[in-house]
Structure formats: C-alpha cells, structure tokens
C-alpha cells in the first residue's frame, strides 16, 4: 500500500523558536496533502490543504502567517510552525490521496503519516 | 461538509461482533462514506469505504441503507487489538480530492 513519513516523530522546542515538520510520500506522487491538528483526546482536525507548485488552503480560524505551508515536489510538503508557544504544543499528522486511485466504488482514499508530536516548552 | 454523529464510546468483549453506526443526514449525492481506525499516538489507517449498499473487505464490513443518511461498521469477532478509535468521514468532492471532516469518533475498547 501507499506509505507516508513524517519528519520528526518528536520535537520538543523552546517557545518562540520555529519548527519544521516533512511529509512524504514514498511510494507515490501525491498532488495534494494535507494537514490535520490532534489535541490529546480529542478528533483531527483539517488545518490546510497542500497543493503541490501553488499556494496552500488554509480552514478557516488556522493562522496561515503562523503556519506555513510548502509543496514544492510531488513528494513533499512541509509545515512549519512560526514562533511556536506552549498551546502549539499537538500532535500533527499529514495526509496524502492518489489521484487517479478512485473507481467506480471508491473516492480517493488518504493515506495518513505516523504524525509528529510538537511539544512547545 | 456534512456531519457526522457518532457514539462518543464502546465496550465489546473479545471474540463478539461489533457495530458501530454512524449518522450523516445531510450527505450529498457525491459523497462517499469512508471509516477509519487510529491507534493512540498513530496516524488514521483506512478501514473501508462505500457508497450505497454493502461492501466487504477482509477486516470490516459497511452497511449502507438506501437514504444513505447512516452507515454502520461492523467488525467480525474482535480482539483486544482492535481497540482503537473509529471515525466515520463523509467526504466533499473539492475538485479531484475527498477532503473530509473528522468527527468525534467512537472508543471502542475491547474487554478480555
């Protein structure tokens, strides 16, 4: 199947520093992934979507000066966290579907990253 | 993007079958109706997907009434590895990609 990384699986910074978190995929081309914000106990929730070569779409209430977005290949995407804080602190999982995958039945379906858990000291 | 309701939570004993139903009273004509298992800690992992009917693979099957305003997951004879939480997606046609909504999802814990 379709396998995602993440990079790192772990960070722990000091507040007001920048954290760059890689999502790939490794096994094919993804045109679009996304982003997704966990709070302990709590659903994923969509931050953006990464488009490769254009710019990203962020939901609404996401700060997209505060988090950046980068597709710059087919197989990465990169957020990086701006100036993290202690409430940045989450648990950041990426996404990415193939295109072209969906049949009659299905829809593309996404393949999740192990995620990167950000811990804001 | 539609939503969706499920049980916050479930106990099931080892070797039982399980059901988890899931509501979606506004999906639109397009969307299709996908679960997902995530271990703590992990990213999601793609369970099964439908559209209408019944589909089957070889961990869960999905059972979908012709309003299509609900669907049920239903795991045969689970182990305690199967203790997870399960979201139910409905996903929005957004030019070529399903970009989905995550709702609450259901613990399943399952009980020796």
């Known amino acids: 199947g379709a396998v995602v990384s993440q990079h790192p699986s772990r960070v722990i910074c000091k507040s007001g520093t920048s954290v760059k978190i890689e999502c790939r995929s490794l096994?094919?081309?993804?045109?679009?992934m996304f982003w997704y914000r966990q709070f302990p106990k709590q659903s994923l929730m969509l931050m953006a979507t990464s488009n490769e070569g254009s710019k990203a779409t962020y939901e609404q209430g996401v700060e997209k000066d505060k988090f950046l977005i980068n597709h710059a290949s087919l197989t990465l995407s990169t957020l990086t966290v701006t100036s993290a804080h202690p409430e940045d602190s989450s648990f950041y999982i990426c996404?990415?579907?193939?295109?072209?995958?969906?049949?009659?039945?299905?829809?593309?379906?996404?393949?999740f990253g192990p995620g990167t858990r950000l811990t804001v000291l | 993007l539609a939503k969706t309701t499920q049980p916050i939570s479930m106990d099931s004993y080892e070797g039982q079958e399980v059901n988890i139903t899931c509501s979606h009273n506004?999906?639109?004509?397009?969307?299709?109706i996908t679960w997902y298992q995530q271990f703590p800690s992990q990213g999601p992992r793609f369970i099964i997907q439908?559209?209408?009917t019944k589909v089957t693979n070889e961990v869960a099957s999905l059972f979908i009434p012709a309003d299509r305003k609900s669907s049920t997951l239903s795991l045969p004879r689970v182990s305690l590895s199967d203790t997870a939480v399960y979201y139910c997606?409905?996903?929005?046609?957004?030019?070529?990609?399903?970009?989905?909504?995550f709702g609450t999802g259901t613990k399943l814990q399952v009980i020796p």
């Open positions: 439908g559209y209408k």
């Open positions: 997606l409905v996903g929005e046609d957004s030019g070529g990609y399903q970009k989905v909504t």
């Open positions: 506004n999906i639109a004509t397009n969307d299709y």
């Open positions: 096994d094919f081309q993804a045109t679009t």
């Open positions: 996404s990415a579907s193939i295109p072209g995958l969906a049949g009659a039945n299905s829809y593309n379906e996404q393949f």
